[in-house]
């Protein structure tokens, strides 16, 4: 079987059916696609049951959410593709034979080990990303990787079964977030590079699975993934002045803030802005 399609839904039901018709929609040689449901409370299931897919589609749900790493690596455990897609279930494919586009790049670049689309998040185009974060700060560089690209986000991304295997999958410590980073870095630290196909498009709406989540609970787990990320790649000393800079800038952002409130200069942005920067300031206490 040529490939493998993964989707872990988490409270996505609507999105996931646009989802699974754009992947039904496409013409490949041979596929599967995996759903796998972290203990939805929005009838996920219930609203993909018209869709029409000729057997293509195995469902299994969980009785608990496992995290977005652990579901997709449940899900590979199943699947028998040589090429692994993971798309999230709030995006959709919009160009005709993208797939067969993707698995015709791996094919003739051997080298390539994670392929990523473009994404195309509240109409803007989401580059793939040249370094990793906080890397422009660090003193100690990263051992010598292959390719320019440093990762590419994980909505949208193809790669070897051969590879996945080797690298034991995503990283499970990541609950949500930042594992796609910790993946491509990890798969260019075997000698493969990353790669970018312009030609296929995704579109993403980005967070659905967060809609009902406290802003700061939110902001929290997105940075402690970070953390996680620096933990696992960086010196002990860059990990310490990376802190010492998260630390500083929010505390300035929340005096400015603050400042403003008292001023009666608040925006509608700064009630986001307020937890986003009290998440960081209470991660980096942690």
């Known amino acids: 079987m040529d490939l493998s399609i993964i989707t872990v839904n988490y409270n996505t039901g609507e999105h996931l ?19 796998i449901d972290n203990a939805s409370t929005d009838q996920s299931l219930t609203c993909t049951q018209n869709i029409v897919d000729n057997g293509k589609i195995k469902w299994i749900k969980n009785d608990k959410n496992v995290g977005f790493s652990k579901a997709n690596n449940q899900a590979f455990s199943l699947s028998q593709g040589r090429l692994i897609y993971f798309i999230n279930p709030d995006a ?9 586009l993707m698995i015709q790049h791996m094919d003739q670049h051997p080298t390539v080990g994670i392929l990523g689309t473009t994404l195309i998040e509240s109409g803007k185009n989401i580059p793939p990303k040249y370094r990793y974060p906080g890397e422009q700060y660090i003193i100690k560089p990263l051992h010598s990787l292959v ?83 620096y933990q696992k790649h960086y010196h002990s000393e860059d990990i310490q002045r990376l802190q010492r800079r998260d630390r500083f800038k929010a505390w ?17 942005d700064d009630f986001d802005k307020l937890q986003r920067y009290r998440a960081i300031a209470d991660v980096c206490k942690e």
């Open 252 to 268: 300035w952002r929340l005096k400015t803030l603050a400042l403003k409130e008292k001023l009666n200069l608040k925006t509608d």
């Open 147 to 229: 390719g320019d690209i440093a990762w590419v986000i994980g909505a949208s991304l193809m790669i070897r079964r051969s590879i996945f295997e080797s690298l034991h999958g995503f990283d499970e410590q990541f609950f949500l977030y930042g594992e796609e980073t910790d993946l491509c870095l990890r798969t260019r630290q075997l000698g493969f590079s990353i790669a970018h196909l312009e030609s296929v498009v995704v579109e993403h709406i980005g967070g659905a699975s967060e809609s009902n989540t406290l802003a700061f609970d939110y902001y929290k787990r997105k940075q402690q993934a970070l953390y996680l990320f």
């Open 17 to 35: 059916r646009t989802c699974l018709r754009s992947l039904l929609d496409q013409t490949i040689i041979s596929y599967e696609i995996i759903v």
């Open 92 to 100: 959709k494919l919009l160009t005709p034979k993208g797939l067969s």
